[in-house]
C-alpha cells in the first residue's frame, strides 16, 4: 500500500540518484545561503496536497528545490561555517543502506552486524585517542554524547545517584568548563536537573584556554562552602575559536581533588587521527571520557558522534535496565546490547557512515585529509597576514579569526557583504570584546584557489569606501 510498484522503485531510484549526484557535481553553482524570506519558504510548502498524496516523482522534484533554494549549503567549498561538512559519498551511501535494512540497534540479537561494527569502531576510535580500557557508544551528536559524560560522571561521583537522583546528594553538585566551552554542556546541566547555576564557568588565559588557576580557585572555594564538585570539562577545540585547554594541567587538577574529567573534543578529537596532529592530543587519554563528534571533521552526514570512556563499567551502571519485553536471545553470549549503554533505546545504525567510509578509504584517506585541511587553515591566515589583516586566536586547527584595520569596514558590514553576495559564508564571533570574522575550513573538497577567492572578497569590500 505504501510503496510505488517494483517497476516504478527501479525507475525512482534512477531518477533520484541522478538528481542528487546533479547537485553533488554542481553544488558551487548554487548561492552558498539563501535570502532568508520566511513567507516564501511557508508558501512553498505544499500543506494542501498532504492528505491525498502527489506521487512520488512530483514529491521527489518538490523537495529538492526547496532544498537546493531555501538551505544554507554548507556543502559548498565556500562555505566557512560552523563545523559542517560536505559529507563524503561513502558516508551518503551508507545513510542509505541503512535506511533500507533498518535495522534496531537497541539490541544486539537483533542486529549482531552493526552493533559488532560500532564496537570495533569506538575500540579502534578510542585507541587512537591514547585509552588503555575502551568502552563507548555512539551518540547522534556532540549534545547528545556531553550529556551522557555528564551522567556518567554524576553516576561514578555520586553511587546512588541513578536511585535518589539529585535530591539524594548532601550538597549542591557543581560542575567547570571554560566560558568558552560549547552551551551543550549548560543544556546537559538544565536536563539532568543540575539547573545551570550547576556550572561554574572559568575564565580563560590569552589563548582563550581554560585559566587553571582560576579553575583551582573555584573547586578550592565550592569545597569551602560545602558544596560538592564532580566533574570537569576540557575542550579540545573550541566552537568559537578552536583553543584547546590545557588538558595536562587540568588531569592533573581533577586527579588531586578526585573529580570526573570529561574533554569535549567534538571538532578538534580529529587531529588524534593525524602524526602531526596527535602531539597535541597527548593529554586526551588522562581523561576519564571524551566527545567525538564524526559528522563535522570526518565529513559524514548528521548525526553521528561517539561518547567514549575508559570505565568500563560507568555506561552500564548509568543506563542498564532490565525489561520483559526486550529480546534476551543473546542472554549466554558476552555482548553489550546498547540499549543499557545509550541514553537512546530503538537505535539507528550510526556507525555505519563511519565503517563503509574506512572500508572505502581508510584511517589514512582521513589522515591525509586532515592534513590537507590543516595546510589550508595555515595558508588562509597567511594570506590574511599578508593583506594586513589582524588574526585574533591561536590554535593550529584551520579555524581563523580575523579582521581588518580600524580604518576599513566593521566586521559585521563585511559579514553582511559575503553572506549576501551568495559566493561564501562565514559568522562572527567575538574574541576579547573585539568583534572577528571567523572562517572554518570545514569541506573536504575546498582548495587553495577558494581560500584566494574569500581573501579577494574580504579584500574588495573592505579595502573600498
Ligand atoms: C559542535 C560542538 C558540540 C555540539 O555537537 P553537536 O554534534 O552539534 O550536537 C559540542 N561541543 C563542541 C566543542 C562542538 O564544537
Known sequence: MLDP?????????????????????????????????????????????LEAGVGTKAAIDHVILGMKNHTVHTTHPAYYGLFNPRANFPAILADTITATFNPQMAAWSHAPFAVEIERLLIQQLGDKFGYQTIDGVFATGGAEANQTALICALNSHFPNYATTGIAGIAGKPVLYCSTEAHHSVLKAARASGLGSEAIRPIPVDNFLAMDCNQLKINIEQDLK???????????????????????????????????????DAAYGGALALTDIGKRHVAGISKSHSLTFDIHKWLAVPMGCSVFITNQDQILSQSFRTTTEYMPKDASDLDVVDPFTHSIQWSRRFIGLKLYLSLLTFGWNGYQEMIN????????????????????????????????APESEKSSAEICQHIVNSGKSWLSIYPVDGTSTLRACINNHQTESSHIDDLVDLINQFAKTS
Open 5 to 49: 510498484t517494483t517497476k516504478e522503485q527501479r525507475e525512482l531510484w534512477t531518477y533520484l540518484t541522478q538528481e542528487l549526484q546533479s547537485f553533488l557535481d554542481r553544488t558551487s553553482d548554487y548561492p552558498v545561503a539563501p535570502s532568508l524570506d520566511q513567507s516564501e519558504v511557508r508558501a512553498f510548502l505544499q500543506s494542501d496536497v
Open 225 to 263: 562552602r560545602g558544596h560538592k564538585p564532580f566533574m570537569v570539562v576540557g575542550t579540545f577545540g573550541t566552537t568559537g575559536t578552536g583553543s584547546i585547554d590545557p588538558l595536562l594541567k587540568i588531569a592533573q587538577i581533577v586527579d588531586n581533588y578526585g573529580l570526573w574529567f570529561h574533554i
Open 372 to 403: 590537507r585541511t590543516l595546510n589550508l587553515g595555515d595558508y588562509l591566515r597567511e594570506q590574511l597576514l599578508a593583506a594586513k589583516y589582524k588574526i585574533h586566536n591561536h590554535t593550529v586547527l584551520p579555524v581563523v579569526c580575523f579582521s
